[in-house]
């Protein structure tokens, strides 16, 4: 195949993709960088110092990194062929990702066994790391479990009274529930009548999310206004509500940031929407379309590897005593670049790069 045949054929593919789903993807990993290198400050520093509310301001506003990452998974996989057989599910996708978590495992056990970060080692030791992973593989399982589900999920779409009524019970049971973590006794209570009591476990955890991605990316938003307004106050409740908070019970907390909180959702949501009609309504130069096809293919790459990178910032901030939050932007961006090109690097190789980012 000639030099031409295959820049057309990569042309035609690239067409068929949504350029404002790229650039989602793009801004939802960078999230999920910024996240991790800001979590650091968050948890070091005396959440007295100035510069500690800066941190969680940057922990708070990347919140929305995993939560667009879903959404963009249920636009994408709901509703569409791709998620209608359940062979081809299992085969093409689930088998895929399980390669991942195996294969990343071992190469984070490794790492943390080279930083010597383990004692005792055992094959207990092993086999529960193996499992576990590390820290942000728990999204690779997340994925697995929503694929499993997405011929039920397809079922429940078909019908938009239905699929309405999916996420008012998950704003009830799942997201409202997530905000009275500043209210530990209530969010007690409620966690014991909604899961305990009524086992009401379907709308937990990112199936809201899936769901949700889903339904803006098809329907148009009749209270489009009024999302941007909740996802604006949304945002600057988790800013404010994780400083004043904190500080009100002497520790860091995610209680008003968690991923699973109403705020979240709305700001998130907020974000999809804004993206959608914004980059979606815009002309590119096919320079920078293929920039952004180029990062936005790199993403699950950069997310596996991005953490080997926020370690050694973890390294940089402790020298200077995290004096300085802004460096966290100019970090992030040196690690979403870093892992772009160790991406670029892993997919050259020959039957192992497909399988590994």
């Not at 409620?190 to 889903?214: H, W």
């Not at 109403?262 to 804004?274: E, P, R, T």
């Not at 979403?336 to 497909?354: A, D, H």
């Amino acid at each position: 195949m000639s030099k031409g045949e295959k820049k057309t054929i990569l042309r035609t593919k690239n067409q068929e993709r949504e350029l404002w789903i790229e650039a989602l993807r793009i801004i939802a990993c960078f999230s999920v960088v910024l996240l991790h290198v800001s979590a650091i400050g968050v948890q070091n520093l005396d959440i007295y110092s100035r510069e500690w509310p800066i941190y969680v301001m940057f922990n708070s506003i990347s919140r929305i990194g995993v939560c667009c990452f879903v959404m963009i998974s249920g636009a994408l996989f709901l509703g569409k062929s791709r998620g209608e057989n359940i062979g081809e599910i299992y085969k093409k996708y689930i088998f895929r990702i399980a390669i991942l978590i195996l294969v990343w495992s071992v190469m984070f056990f490794v790492f943390r066994l080279l930083k010597g970060d383990f004692d005792i080692i055992s094959l207990k030791t092993i086999i529960i790391e193996l499992i576990n992973g590390y820290y942000h593989l728990w999204y690779l399982w997340m994925i697995i479990g929503l694929y499993a589900i997405t011929p039920i999920l397809n079922k429940i779409i078909e019908d938009e009274i239905i699929c309405k009524y999916f996420l008012y019970l998950s704003i009830v049971v799942c997201w409202i529930p997530g905000m009275l973590a500043v209210v530990p006794q209530v969010e007690k209570i409620a966690n014991i009548v909604l899961q305990e009591k009524m086992f009401l476990f379907l709308p937990l955890g990112y199936t809201g999310y899936y769901i949700l991605g889903y339904y803006l990316y098809n329907n148009k938003i009749k209270h489009r206004n009024l999302l941007i307004f909740t996802g604006i106050i949304g945002m600057i409740y988790a800013v404010l509500g994780g400083i004043f908070y904190g500080r009100y019970i002497g520790v860091a907390s995610q209680a008003t940031f968690n991923n699973l909180t109403l705020n979240i959702v709305c700001y998130s949501a907020m974000v999809f929407i804004v993206v959608k009609e914004r980059i979606g309504k815009m002309q590119f130069k096919r320079k920078t379309k293929n920039i952004i096809y180029k990062l936005a293919d790199a993403t699950l790459g950069i997310y596996l590897v991005h953490v080997v990178f926020v370690q050694i910032s973890d390294y940089i901030m402790k020298t200077i005593n995290y004096r300085y939050p802004l460096l966290s932007i100019l970090n992030a961006f040196l690690i979403f670049i870093f892992g772009y090109f160790i991406t670029s690097i892993i997919k050259q190789i020959p039957c192992v790069g497909k399988w590994v980012v």
